[in-house]
């Protein structure tokens, strides 16, 4: 049976409970902080989901509705690694890259987003690694990797961009190639090659990246 709706009456307000928004929240990130363990301890293929459940004390059923499947626990495990919280707060108006863009020496701005991806590279890196050593037998895996990679591709080109805009790029480096040495020079590969294998600290690290990009761009 239909039920007639008065014109008059005012709107229904969606209910919404901050109390159970917390516990939403909580359970959220215990699953998160749980998963990030499992995969960086016994790798993507050995990771479940009924495992990640049992460890986190929630249902498998909780896991699948937060995040849709294995990919999905990996990829936000990796998002929150990126920002350093689980906060819905887009990339662009983090207070890192607003700093960044208001810095008027162009000098500056490379170097500070060099200590910043020697910053973030720590806690990163690994679990992107983990990804791609996955990739080669895991579709999951693959098509996580693949989403990384052009999702980094695309925040360098709207750096590429901004650098492109505000006049600070060498005569003869275009926005696209730009964006193509930012994209190489933050890669997990070479963060591979000198913090993981020739041991470089990562205060190292962020500084040489700041000076390379200097080097290449400016």
């Excluded at 693949?146 to 961009?161: C, H």
């Excluded at 060498?170 to 890669?187: H, M, P």
Aim: hydrophobic share 40%.
């Amino acid at each position: 049976m239909m039920v007639a709706v008065n014109p008059d009456d005012p709107p229904r307000r969606a209910y919404r409970s901050p109390r159970r928004e917390q516990q939403a929240r909580q359970t959220r990130r215990a699953v998160l902080a749980t998963a990030k363990d499992m995969l960086l301890a016994d790798g993507y293929s050995a990771t479940t989901i009924p495992a990640v459940a049992r460890a986190a004390g929630v249902s498998v059923e909780t896991v699948y509705k937060l995040f849709g499947n294995k990919p999905g626990v990996a990829k936000a495990v990796y998002d929150v690694a990126i920002v350093g919280d689980d906060e819905p707060v887009p990339m662009t108006e983090r207070d890192l890259v607003r700093r960044i863009r208001a810095e008027p020496d162009p000098k500056g701005k490379l170097l500070e987003y060099g200590e910043h991806i020697a910053d973030v590279s720590g806690r990163v890196c690994p679990i992107l690694l983990m990804i791609r050593d996955a990739a080669a037998s895991d579709p999951g895996a693959a098509g996580l990797w693949a989403t990384a990679q052009q999702e980094r591709l695309i925040g360098m080109g709207y750096f590429a961009k901004h650098l492109r805009e505000e006049g600070h790029l060498r005569s003869g480096v275009s926005e696209r190639e730009a964006r193509d040495v930012l994209w190489a020079y933050n890669s997990t590969e070479l963060w591979d090659l000198l913090v993981r294998q020739r041991a470089w600290s990562l205060s190292r690290y962020g500084r040489w990246m700041g000076r390379q990009l200097v080097a290449a761009l400016l």
